[in-house]
T-cell receptor
Framework: GNSVTQMEGPVTLSEEAFLTINCTYT??????LFWYVQYPGEGLQLLLK?????DKGSNKGFEATYRKETTSFHLEKGSVQVSDSAVYFCALSDLSNSGYALNFGKGTSLLVTP | GAGVSQTPSNKVTEKGKYVELRCDPISGHTALYWYRQSLGQGPEFLIYFQGTGAADDSGLPNDRFFAVRPEGSVSTLKIQRTERGDSAVYLCASSRAGLQETQYFGPGTRLLVL
């Protein structure tokens, strides 16, 4: 079946540091890949997505590239801010298997300190 | 515009009781999803509606769980004979119909079964 594995947190960084959160996936079909973010006290919201191999999703300075050869979709940001402190979830949907449902990883908590 | 809303925001009940959780999707969104998020985990898919019908209920853990969407808008997740293991945050999401549409999440209902 489909699954998503992402790096364990919490991740603690100083402001302006470089961020990488690793995400790898297993899928039987041709999944779309997503990063969702959950800020403290708020609901899940889509950060970025990529629907096919080699696509790059980007938003708010975050980027992730859909790498089929390594089955990865790592999240990166060149310079994090305190306001980026949140829990980040990698997810996939695979119409050939799980339909429209999203399969989520366990989440990675990020804390950015001033 | 208004986002996805869920009521109640918190629900405390006793083992064996019946509970109903409500989701109000974004106006015009024909697709609606329920997920369950346990502590320290990512959301897990429960059920997906397209219009009034449940297009995929493969994530419902057992027959104590049931969901309806009688008019194709508001949905209710019903849990009979609650167990302590049902304690979690129940998330609702909605989207437009069609492939690759973004799912918009509500703030969730935190259910605690004593």
């Amino acid at each position: 079946g489909n699954s998503v594995t992402q790096m364990e947190g919490p991740v603690t960084l100083s402001e302006e540091a470089f961020l990488t959160i690793n995400c790898t996936y297993t899928a039987t079909g041709y999944p779309s890949l997503f990063w969702y973010v959950q800020y403290p006290g708020e609901g899940l919201q889509l950060l970025l997505k990529a629907t096919k191999a080699d696509d790059k999703g980007s938003n708010k300075g975050f980027e992730a590239t859909y790498r089929k050869e390594t089955t990865s979709f790592h999240l990166e940001k060149g310079s994090v801010q305190v306001s980026d402190s949140a829990v980040y979830f990698c997810a996939l949907s695979d119409l050939s298997n799980s339909g429209y449902a999203l399969n989520f990883g366990k989440g990675t908590s990020l804390l950015v300190t001033p | 515009g208004a986002g996805v809303s869920q009521t109640p925001s918190n629900k405390v009940t006793e083992k064996g009781k019946y509970v109903e959780l409500r989701c109000d999707p974004i106006s015009g969104h024909t697709a609606l999803y329920w997920y369950r998020q346990s502590l320290g985990q990512g959301p897990e898919f429960l059920i997906y509606f397209q219009g009034t019908g449940a297009a995929d209920d493969s994530g419902l853990p057992n027959d104590r769980f049931f969901a309806v969407r009688p008019e194709g808008s508001v949905s209710t997740l019903k849990i009979q004979r609650t167990e302590r293991g049902d304690s979690a945050v129940y998330l609702c999401a909605s989207s437009r119909a069609g492939l690759q549409e973004t799912q918009y999440f509500g703030p969730g209902t935190r259910l605690l079964v004593l």
